[in-house]
Protein backbone atom coordinates (compact mmCIF):
# COMPACT_ATOMS: atom_id res chain seq x y z
CA UNK A 1 0.00 0.00 0.00
CA UNK A 2 1.59 3.72 -0.95
CA UNK A 3 0.97 6.38 1.28
CA UNK A 4 1.57 9.91 0.46
CA UNK A 5 3.21 11.70 3.47
CA UNK A 6 5.19 10.07 6.50
CA UNK A 7 7.16 11.24 9.32
CA UNK A 8 9.88 9.45 11.29
CA UNK A 9 9.31 8.50 14.81
CA UNK A 10 11.77 8.63 17.69
CA UNK A 11 13.25 5.15 17.15
CA UNK A 12 13.80 6.41 13.12
CA UNK A 13 10.55 4.26 11.79
CA UNK A 14 8.96 5.68 9.31
CA UNK A 15 5.18 6.77 10.00
CA UNK A 16 2.33 7.32 7.27
CA UNK A 17 0.23 10.28 7.75
CA UNK A 18 -1.59 11.40 5.39
CA UNK A 19 -3.43 8.69 3.20
CA UNK A 20 -4.52 8.85 -0.79
CA UNK A 21 -7.92 9.36 -1.37
CA UNK A 22 -8.36 6.12 -3.53
CA UNK A 23 -7.78 3.94 -0.27
CA UNK A 24 -10.64 0.35 0.50
CA UNK A 25 -12.34 0.27 3.00
CA UNK A 26 -9.40 -2.23 4.46
CA UNK A 27 -7.06 0.09 3.88
CA UNK A 28 -8.40 2.52 5.66
CA UNK A 29 -8.76 0.43 9.12
CA UNK A 30 -4.99 -0.43 8.31
CA UNK A 31 -3.68 2.82 7.70
CA UNK A 32 -6.03 4.45 10.77
CA UNK A 33 -4.46 1.95 13.28
CA UNK A 34 -0.93 2.92 11.78
CA UNK A 35 -1.20 6.37 13.25
CA UNK A 36 -2.57 5.59 16.22
CA UNK A 37 -6.19 6.86 15.46
CA UNK A 38 -9.69 5.21 16.76
CA UNK A 39 -11.29 2.58 14.29
CA UNK A 40 -14.15 4.97 13.27
CA UNK A 41 -14.06 6.49 9.63
CA UNK A 42 -12.65 10.21 9.04
CA UNK A 43 -15.08 12.76 9.08
CA UNK A 44 -13.24 14.65 6.27
CA UNK A 45 -10.59 16.95 5.90
CA UNK A 46 -8.66 17.96 8.96
CA UNK A 47 -9.23 20.71 10.91
CA UNK A 48 -6.25 22.98 11.09
CA UNK A 49 -5.93 26.14 13.81
CA UNK A 50 -3.54 28.99 14.80
CA UNK A 51 -3.23 28.87 18.65
CA UNK A 52 -0.79 30.44 20.90
CA UNK A 53 -0.15 29.54 24.60
CA UNK A 54 0.00 32.44 26.01
CA UNK A 55 2.30 32.99 29.34
CA UNK A 56 -0.34 32.95 31.81
CA UNK A 57 -1.82 29.72 30.77
CA UNK A 58 0.80 27.76 32.13
CA UNK A 59 0.43 26.50 35.70
CA UNK A 60 3.03 23.68 36.86
CA UNK A 61 4.28 23.21 33.96
CA UNK A 62 0.92 22.28 32.17
CA UNK A 63 -1.31 24.74 29.94
CA UNK A 64 -5.01 23.93 28.61
CA UNK A 65 -6.81 25.36 25.41
CA UNK A 66 -10.56 24.77 25.51
CA UNK A 67 -13.58 25.87 23.46
CA UNK A 68 -13.23 29.20 25.11
CA UNK A 69 -9.75 30.11 23.64
CA UNK A 70 -10.33 28.61 20.36
CA UNK A 71 -14.37 27.54 19.36
CA UNK A 72 -12.26 24.87 16.54
CA UNK A 73 -11.28 22.98 19.25
CA UNK A 74 -14.88 22.22 19.62
CA UNK A 75 -13.32 19.54 16.95
CA UNK A 76 -11.31 17.91 19.08
CA UNK A 77 -12.84 14.27 20.70
CA UNK A 78 -11.22 11.75 23.42
CA UNK A 79 -10.10 9.83 20.04
CA UNK A 80 -8.60 12.53 17.45
CA UNK A 81 -5.71 12.73 16.59
CA UNK A 82 -4.37 16.07 17.54
CA UNK A 83 -0.66 17.19 16.04
CA UNK A 84 0.80 20.71 17.45
CA UNK A 85 3.30 22.34 14.82
CA UNK A 86 5.34 24.96 16.46
CA UNK A 87 5.57 28.79 14.80
CA UNK A 88 8.87 29.44 12.71
CA UNK A 89 9.03 32.13 16.18
CA UNK A 90 8.24 29.94 18.47
CA UNK A 91 10.07 26.58 17.62
CA UNK A 92 13.39 27.79 20.08
CA UNK A 93 11.36 28.47 22.67
CA UNK A 94 9.22 24.70 22.45
CA UNK A 95 12.70 23.11 21.75
CA UNK A 96 14.41 24.66 24.71
CA UNK A 97 11.13 24.06 26.97
CA UNK A 98 10.28 20.25 25.63
CA UNK A 99 6.74 21.60 25.20
CA UNK A 100 4.27 19.18 23.33
CA UNK A 101 0.51 17.49 23.49
CA UNK A 102 -0.05 15.15 26.55
CA UNK A 103 -3.62 15.21 26.85
CA UNK A 104 -6.68 15.90 25.05
CA UNK A 105 -10.33 15.52 25.62
CA UNK A 106 -13.98 16.71 24.06
CA UNK A 107 -13.26 20.55 23.28
CA UNK A 108 -10.03 20.68 24.91
CA UNK A 109 -5.97 20.42 24.25
CA UNK A 110 -3.34 20.05 27.17
CA UNK A 111 0.15 20.79 26.65
CA UNK A 112 3.04 20.20 29.11
CA UNK A 113 6.83 21.67 29.67
CA UNK A 114 9.72 20.71 30.99
CA UNK A 115 10.50 24.38 31.86
CA UNK A 116 7.83 27.11 31.89
CA UNK A 117 8.13 29.45 28.90
CA UNK A 118 8.43 33.23 29.81
CA UNK A 119 7.07 34.11 26.20
CA UNK A 120 3.54 33.07 24.84
CA UNK A 121 4.17 29.67 22.31
CA UNK A 122 2.42 29.39 18.91
CA UNK A 123 2.25 27.23 15.83
CA UNK A 124 -0.63 25.16 14.23
CA UNK A 125 -2.86 22.29 15.91
CA UNK A 126 -4.24 19.78 13.24
CA UNK A 127 -6.99 17.82 14.48
CA UNK A 128 -7.64 14.98 12.46
CA UNK A 129 -11.20 13.07 12.97
Avoid: H
Wanted: hydrophobic share 40%.
Amino acid sequence: MAYISKIVSNDGEALDIAPPPDLTEAEKTEYRSRIGASSAESTGAPVRLEVTVATSKWVSGSASLTTSDYPLLSNVAPGSLVQFFAADDSSETVVANNIRINAQGTGSVGFICDTTPSVPVSGELVIFN
